[in-house]
Every structure is written in structure tokens, then in C-alpha cells.
């Protein structure tokens, strides 16, 4: 075969022509050790805090632990797929995850990643969002003062939630607190009929930490089957994934929810709980030999949770103005954040430290679920600081004194245990307490509208029930908002729009409503 110089010139020449250059520079590493699902790094010279690294296999990972001849970095994966002597990459890219509207009615990960078994999210480069990012600054936030419904009666009435402001709920196992969360994004469906596309929707997001996965298959059907599922996002990290991935859930959902606020959305976001996600980041902090402190946390658990309560806030309308990053002014981020207790100890160290991050406290206490008030709200120290500016002004004066008469009523019940001659006033005082209480009680599942609740404290407040039997109270308060909403169709909206107390015509329509439905139960 004889070879032609000029031919061979001419082929190099073309694929020179064509020759297209992609020289990048690329930060690599090796991996020095690798086990418990923390990997050290040799060779990651410009590392970033919290950047995203590969590893062989797929297996992704975050640097947490910056020091100078390695990277201590934890996995998010299989530990297994990872081995000694591996290439690492770096991305050049803060661990970051999806976010947008495509993410509404859907299960996923701490990263964002779809565990549903829906399909891909359909999202793009342009939704990622950091996980770590700066609360709003004092210029651009705003005072609270629109409500957040949870269609409880007890905390309604009692312990007001505003949108925009970070409320612990707080109690031992099995009291009821993940129900209470249920209730919330249920109610939620009130505020825009449960069209996620409706401005004034409100946008749930419920962040399972440490939870078992047939807990959470249960709240996502219930969900469901109640039509909630359309405004509300589930990020899931269970007792099975890892302690990283356990950590890193609250912020990735916290990312989400921020997407929205900065558009002027409304959002509540349930973290359930932060005494797991506490547990899961002292696991990789000891991993990573950080030093202890006390009991065995790392010295930075505080600022592990406040950084993560501080981004809950209501945006000042003019924030756009202050700072670009903000789409549209008014927008709210309501943190309600769940801590676990042992034997009702709030004065533990988690406990405390999220109490004082947060403006409030519901706390559920076992005694009163285990002899049937529920939900056991305990309103002695249970407490919101935003208060009354969070009601509308027709139940702020309606439950005004309940607090005070349940309080009375607590200290008569101790003290009547112990005798039985009891003056009239005392005897008055002791029956209207246990009407109150018994229609603070409601089932499950079963959120009250903010009107409706104000029809029945009304009936209680005024006395008009301290003659019917405790026996029929849950009976009288089913006819009579039933009476009220089909008789006189008015009375919600004339009880939203009262300025300071319902109006007196009102009233009259009410004691009419509250004397027929008791004729009626009576008879």
C-alpha cells in the first residue's frame, strides 16, 4: 500500500480545522480513608464549605470539615461504593436542590431527588436553590400580624399563629404532635380552596426527620385522600438514610419553601422533629472528630437550629427594593418546628435551645391526652408572642378571658378534690370550666373554620351552655354550626369582617341559633 505525503498532509490539516479545544481545570482528589459514612480527602486544595463532591460509583458528598493537609467530608449515599485510593471531584457548587411549583404534590429526598415513584420532577439548572442561605435582614422583614389557621380550636383561641412567625410544638411520644401538623396543612385548603395556582393559598411543606416510612406512607395518604396533597411538598428523610441526609432535610426543605416566599407566596413549613435532626448532626460531627461538648453535642447544636428558624420571616413589601433577591414584597415563611421530650423534661438541652429561638411554645402533655382531652394542649405554659395581633378581631374578643377562666378552672378543680362544700360562685365557675374544656375537644383530622370556632366559644363564653349536660356538648356543637351555616349564611362573614367584636345583630342571630338548637337537644 504506498502512502501519499500529500493526502496524509491534507487529512491532518482538516482535522486540525476541525479541532475544537475544551481545556477545563478541575480540582481532584484522592480519598485517604473512608468509614461510618465519613471520608477523608487528600488534594482538595480550593474545597469550598458545604461544596458537593462526587465519588466513584455516584455516590455524592459535602465537605464539612476543612483542614489542612485533608477534607473531611460526609456521604450521601452507599459508604460501601467508596474506597480507599478513589478519584474525588469537586463541582464548584454549594450543595444545592430543586425548587418551583413542580415540586407541589410530590415525596422527595433531602436533595431534592423524587422518592415518590412519580417521575422525574421536570425541573431545571435555573430552580436549584443553596441550601444555606441568609435569613432576611430586620429592613427587610415586617411585623406578623395575618393568622395562620390551624383549625384548632385550643390553639386559635389561645395560642394564636401568625404568618411568618416560628411556633414550637413541643411533647412527649404519642401526644399528638405530628397530628396537630396534620391538621394545619388540612385547614390550609380554606385559605385558597386548595388550588396551589391561587395567590392566596397557603404552600405546606412537611419534613419527615428520622420518622419510620410506614408513618409518613400514612400522613401522605391521609393527605390525599383530603385533597391536600396539590399544595403540599413531603421531604422525606427516614430512620433508615443516613444521618447526613437526616441533618441536611430541614434545610433543603427550608430552600423550597424560601422559593416561594421570595415571590410573595405564603408557606408553612413543618419540621418534624428537631431533636432527630439534632441526634443525626451529633452523629456526623463525632464522625468527623469535631469536639464534644454537653451531653455529647457539638458546640455549634444552637446555631444548628437558629440559622435554620431565622429564615422563617414576612417579608416588608418594599423588599424587593432593599435587596434584588426578592422577587415580590409580603411574602411569608411560618416555621413550626417539633421537638420530642423525655417525661414532659422541657428544660433539657435541646428543648431549651429551640424555645428560645422560637416565638412561642404549644406544649402537649401526656396527662391530659391519657385522660381524653384532645388535643392536650396545655394553654398554662403554652404561649405565642405574637398573640392577638395573629386573630382576627371578632376571636380575639370572644376567647379574650378563655385562657384566664381555663387557669381558674385548673387551680378550683385541684382544690375542690379536697372538699366538698363548695359555694355557688366556686360551683359556677368549676361548671363553665368543664364546658370549656369539653369544646376545646375535637377528633382527628378534623380542622375547624375560624368562623365556625368562633360560633361555638361564643355560645361557651357567654354561659349559654352551663345548663346543658357535658354528655351533649359534642352533639349541640354539631347542630349548631350546622343551624348557623344553613339558617343564616351571613353570620361568617359578618363575624370575618367585624373591626373589634361581633356585631350586636349578630349576637342577637346567635342567642336565637344557640336557644332552638338547645330546645332541640333538650326536648
Request: cysteine-free.
Given at each position: 500500500m504506498d502512502l501519499r505525503p500529500a493526502e496524509v498532509t491534507s487529512i491532518l490539516e482538516k482535522e486540525i480545522e476541525n479541532y475544537q479545544g475544551d481545556t477545563r481545570m478541575q480540582s481532584v482528589g484522592t480519598v485517604l480513608s473512608v468509614g461510618d459514612g465519613v471520608a477523608r480527602v487528600y488534594g482538595l486544595d480550593d474545597c469550598m464549605m458545604n461544596e458537593l463532591l462526587e465519588f466513584a460509583g455516584g455516590v455524592r458528598g459535602i465537605a464539612l470539615n476543612l483542614e489542612e493537609d485533608n477534607v473531611g467530608c460526609v456521604l450521601l449515599g452507599d459508604a460501601a461504593k467508596v474506597r480507599e485510593g478513589d478519584t474525588v471531584k469537586a463541582t464548584g457548587r454549594i450543595i444545592s436542590v430543586p425548587?418551583?411549583?413542580?415540586l407541589l404534590g410530590r415525596v422527595v429526598n433531602a436533595l431534592g431527588d423524587p422518592v415518590d415513584g412519580k417521575g422525574p420532577l421536570g425541573t431545571t439548572d435555573d430552580d436549584l436553590r443553596p441550601i444555606e442561605q441568609d435569613a432576611p435582614s430586620v429592613v427587610e422583614r415586617q411585623p406578623v400580624d395575618q393568622p395562620l389557621q390551624t383549625g384548632i380550636k385550643a390553639v386559635d383561641a389561645m395560642i394564636p399563629i401568625g404568618r411568618g412567625q416560628r411556633e414550637l410544638i413541643i411533647g412527649d411520644r404519642q401526644t399528638g404532635k405530628t397530628a396537630l401538623i396534620v391538621d394545619t396543612i388540612l385547614s390550609?385548603?380554606?385559605?385558597?380552596?386548595?388550588?396551589?395556582?391561587?395567590?392566596?393559598q397557603v404552600i405546606c411543606i412537611y419534613v419527615a426527620v428520622g420518622q419510620k416510612q410506614s408513618t409518613v406512607v400514612d400522613i401522605v395518604r391521609r393527605l390525599e385522600q383530603a385533597g391536600a396533597m396539590p399544595y403540599t411538598i413531603v421531604v422525606l428523610a427516614s430512620a433508615i438514610d443516613e444521618a447526613s441526609m437526616q441533618y441536611l432535610s430541614c434545610y433543603g426543605g427550608c430552600a423550597m419553601g424560601e422559593r416561594f416566599r421570595d415571590e410573595g407566596r405564603h408557606v408553612a413549613i413543618f419540621y418534624d422533629d428537631l431533636y432527630k435532626q439534632a441526634l443525626a448532626y451529633r452523629q456526623v460531627m463525632l464522625l468527623l472528630r469535631r469536639p464534644p461538648g454537653r451531653e455529647a453535642f457539638p458546640g455549634d447544636v444552637f446555631n444548628l437550629h437558629s440559622r435554620l428558624l431565622e429564615r422563617a420571616a414576612k417579608l416588608a413589601d418594599n423588599a424587593p427594593e432593599i435587596n434584588p433577591r426578592f422577587k415580590a414584597g409580603g411574602g411569608t415563611l411560618t416555621a413550626l418546628p417539633v421537638v420530642e421530650t423525655q417525661e414532659g423534661d422541657v428544660s433539657a438541652y435541646i428543648p431549651t435551645?429551640?424555645?428560645s429561638i422560637t416565638d412561642g411554645q404549644i406544649f402537649l402533655e401526656s396527662s391530659l391526652f391519657n385522660s381524653g382531652i384532645r388535643p392536650a394542649v396545655n394553654a398554662g405554659i403554652s404561649v405565642s408572642r405574637v398573640g392577638g395581633a395573629a386573630q382576627i378581631p371578632a376571636m380575639k374578643k370572644t376567647a379574650g378571658s378563655l385562657r384566664l377562666d381555663l387557669a381558674q378552672f385548673r387551680e378550683l378543680q385541684a382544690f375542690a378534690q379536697f372538699g366538698s362544700d363548695l359555694d355557688a360562685a366556686t360551683q359556677a365557675k368549676l361548671t363553665r370550666g368543664e364546658r370549656l374544656v369539653e369544646i376545646l375537644k375535637q377528633g382527628q383530622y378534623l380542622p375547624v373554620k375560624v368562623t365556625d370556632q368562633v360560633v361555638?366559644?361564643?355560645?361557651?363564653?357567654?354561659?349559654?351552655?352551663?345548663?346543658?349536660?357535658v354528655s351533649q356538648l359534642a352533639e349541640f356543637e354539631k347542630a349548631l354550626i350546622e343551624y348557623v351555616n344553613d339558617s343564616h349564611p351571613e353570620v361568617a362573614d359578618q363575624i370575618l369582617t367585624a373591626k373589634k367584636d361581633i356585631p350586636e345583630e349578630t349576637k342577637a342571630v346567635l342567642d336565637g341559633a344557640i336557644a332552638a338548637v338547645k330546645a332541640q337537644i333538650q326536648a
Open positions: 425548587t418551583g411549583p413542580q390550609q385548603a380554606n385559605t385558597g380552596g386548595g388550588d396551589p395556582t391561587n395567590p392566596e435551645n429551640v424555645i361555638i366559644l361564643y355560645a361557651g363564653s357567654t354561659g349559654a351552655l352551663d345548663d346543658l349536660a
